[in-house]
Nanobody, 124 residues
């Protein structure tokens, strides 16, 4: 599967952005999907994830209550709605796909496919 993330940009603190990740192929609904981010000089960290059906969602404590994740399997797309953005949310955001559904949904090593990343910059 190929992933294309988009929707990043520059926003003021307190603002909102919605990231999208479009996937190729016919088996999108069989993948768990995750969002990760990486700030300069830091390791890639888990942000959010969603189960194959969309019935279960998972969030890092740092974004809980501010971010939501959803998917539209008919459109092969997963979304990350980011509200109340903070300067510390500044990072490159990546979407990722896990075909196995066996490993930890919180670990980047679980995911086999990655998008190219989209920059999110939050100004104070």
């Amino acid at each position: 599967v190929q992933l294309q993330a988009y929707g990043g940009g520059l926003v003021q603190a307190g603002g909102s952005l919605r990231l999208s990740c479009a996937a190729s192929g016919r088996t999108f609904s069989s993948y768990r999907m995750g969002w990760f981010r990486q700030a300069p000089g830091k390791e890639r960290e888990f942000v959010a994830a969603i189960s194959r059906s969309g019935s279960s969602t998972y969030f890092a404590d740092s974004v809980k209550g501010r971010f939501t994740v959803s998917r539209d399997n008919a459109k092969n797309t997963v979304y990350l709605q980011m509200n109340s953005l903070k300067p510390e949310d500044t990072a490159v955001y990546y979407c990722a796909a896990d075909p196995g559904a066996y490993g930890s949904i919180f670990s980047p090593r679980t995911y086999d496919y990655w998008g190219q990343g989209t920059q999110v910059t939050v100004s104070s």
